[in-house]
């Protein structure tokens, strides 16, 4: 299982959550999205916002469904979605309350519930509360989108320093499993000098594709559909076809290690 987590907003992760899981899906690949954010942007963005009395992530992180209850399908045949909705944020004040309140979601994401997925992705709020911190104690790597734009690093020193708390308190297998550059403008010395620090730092955890800025890939969560099934031809599908093809490959290379 994967967090998708960045505490800066406006970073293209939900972006990157959805069409990543599009792109694993079209490639046959079971794939399981979990929104976890309140803002639910996820969910809107395949057209799946639960109708009165559905399940979503809310009733998973409180105990009260399963992911088989709570998970949804989409129209790509092989991704589903436990959605979100706004009453999410209480969820937040709730687990202060609770006992193993950092453990929710890794107890209701058992191995079990997820043996029917080759891929899960968890998409995280932009904050570093007790949903991410759920997500980063439950997950086995985590993956950050970063946008190619100033005080891109900043953001990520901050999420570095929580992932060693995790790693120290709550999760010491987690592992980071990729750094996806996103709107990415060619055009500009100052993408480019991002994307030069990032790799720099990183080395080969940073995909070597990059996710172009695609007024596309900016209308298709309007739709209530991935980029994919919105616009298969446009740079922003193909950029992030390229990503699901590359992420099976580390998967693979991975797996064989």
Known sequence: MVAVANQKGGVGKTTTTISLGASLAA????????????????????GREPAAGETTSYELLTG?????????????????????????????VELVGMVGREFRLRDALSAEQLAPYSFVFVDCPPSLGLLTVNALAAADALLVPIQCEYFAMEGVSKLMGTVEEV????????AIDGILLTM?????????????EVRGV????????????NVRLAEAPSFGRPIHAYDLRSRGSQAYLQVGREYLERTAVRDVG
């Open 64 to 92: 009260a469904t399963t992911v088989t209850e709570a998970a949804h399908s989409t129209e790509f045949p092989h991704l589903t979605v436990v959605p979100a909705t706004p009453s999410l944020a209480g969820a937040e």
């Open 167 to 174: 790693r120290r308190y709550l999760n010491p297998n987690l």
């Open 27 to 46: 490639y046959e690949c079971n794939t399981l999205l979990v929104d976890l954010d309140p803002q639910s942007n996820c969910s809107s963005g395949l």
């Open 202 to 213: 990183f080395g080969d955890l940073v995909f070597d594709t990059v996710v172009p800025r």
């Open 184 to 196: 990415y403008d060619e055009r500009t010395r100052l993408a480019q000098q991002v994307a030069e």
